[in-house]
């Protein structure tokens, strides 16, 4: 098996606190891969992690290479929720506390264990991380009365690259896509996207509830219930900082991406089939918006080439604190998309990001402490 060794270095900027972090999830062997092929046994196969290296070997089928990845941290199928919650998005959540921007991204094939990382809702001791995001925002208010944490929430979905609002009144096939708009100062939003004042977990869970029931999914021959759109989550935290007293403004990003599956794979047909182009379009644009960041040498970032890199284009580095949890499969029938899912979480983490906080601009109080905050920013560029 140790034939044609090749081992990709990450080359990396050193220091995870100043870019995009990157982790890999392995699931355990489901449904049809438990089931077996055509000779009853069950799927191969092709992965091995070493947790304490946080690397891992996958051994092509077709033609025996070894490819060997390192990252920030790599979970194996025995990793529970909360570790994975801990190592990838508490870091972020905290960052998203004191006013930063945060982004949490899953990537990976249909059926890999993204919507099972992020979005499961319960158990309680299975919660995936956006429960568990919310969880540790409001325990933090509920310690902190005296910072006035106010929470706002938005969901979305991006379905044949139209922006659908998961929250509105009425339901995403009867309304009009939303438009994506940029203010002056380069900022991307999306109009029209309602948005949710919540003062409690559970207040959070009920609309989750209702916006994941209104997701596009569909049965795959990979999982059950598969995502056919990209799902965008917001949270906006502020809160008034002790020390200054000016009001902070951090956004929390959870993104789901859909599932890059080959399409003859999936046997995809008609609509489908369509849903799976403007899939793969924007995942390719979006492998080019990293693959450019990644790039020292290049300056021009294609955010327009789709509407999901432009609705991610303040998310993906930048002023940003951003995780990607890149998810495979392990099974050797999966070992060509898992590749080329751990090759873009290399390309990811070669990605600059270092995020400021955002203060309220709106009295003296506010610009001073903007001030102080950018004086910090450009002595530590300096260092
Ligand atoms: P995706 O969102 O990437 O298409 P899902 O999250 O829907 O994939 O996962 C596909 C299937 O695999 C689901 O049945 C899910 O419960 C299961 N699964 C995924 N990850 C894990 C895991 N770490 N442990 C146990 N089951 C998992
Ligand atoms: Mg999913």
């Not at 995936?128 to 925002?137: C, E, Q």
């Amino acid at each position: 098996m140790r034939r044609g060794r090749v081992s990709t270095s990450a080359r990396a900027l050193a220091n995870s606190d100043d870019r995009v972090s990157v982790f890999v999830r392995v699931r355990p062997l489901v449904g049809v891969e438990l089931a077996g092929g055509p000779d009853g046994g069950k799927a191969h196969k092709c992965v091995v992690l070493e947790p304490a290296s946080a690397s891992l070997a996958l051994e092509t089928p077709w033609d025996a290479r070894v490819y060997s990845f390192a990252y920030d941290a790599v979970f194996d199928t025995t990793t529970p929720q909360d570790a994975v919650y801990a190592a990838v998005a508490a870091p972020v959540v905290e960052a998203v506390l004191e006013g930063r921007n945060g982004t949490v991204l899953a990537y990976g094939q249909t059926g890999t264990g993204k919507t099972h990382t992020l979005a499961k809702l319960e158990p309680l001791a299975e919660a995936g991380i956006i429960p568990r995001a919310v969880a540790h925002i409001f325990s933090y208010a509920a310690a902190h009365p005296d910072q006035d944490v106010r929470v706002v929430l938005s969901l979305l979905q991006l379905y044949r690259d139209a922006p659908q609002d998961l929250l509105a009144r009425r339901a995403p096939d009867t309304a009009p896509p939303l438009s994506i708009r940029q203010l002056k100062g380069g900022a991307v939003y999306v109009q029209g996207l309602s948005k949710h004042p919540v003062d409690s977990v559970d207040a959070v869970l009920e609309l989750l509830d209702i916006g994941y029931a209104r997701r596009a999914i569909e049965s795959t021959r990979l999982n059950d219930v598969s995502s056919r759109a990209h799902t965008i989550l917001r949270l906006e935290v502020s809160r008034r900082d002790p020390f200054s007293g000016s009001r902070t403004h951090g956004v929390f990003t959870c993104v789901d991406l859909a599932g890059s599956e080959r399409v003859k794979k999936s046997r995809s047909r008609g609509a489908r089939l369509d849903e799976a182009k403007f899939i793969n379009k924007s995942l390719t644009a979006l492998g080019n918006v990293i693959a450019s960041l990644a790039d020292p040498g290049v300056s021009y970032i294609p955010y327009r080439d789709s509407k999901l890199t432009r609705l991610l284009q303040d998310s993906l580095g930048g002023n940003c604190v951003t995780a990607l949890i890149v998810n495979i499969g392990p099974a050797v029938t999966s070992a060509h998309e898992s590749v080329s899912s751990l090759q873009f979480g290399q390309r990811a983490m070669r990605v600059e990001a270092r995020a400021h906080i955002n203060y309220d601009e709106t009295d003296a109080d506010k610009s001073m402490a903007a001030r102080l905050a950018s004086a910090h920013a450009e002595l530590n560029a300096a260092r």
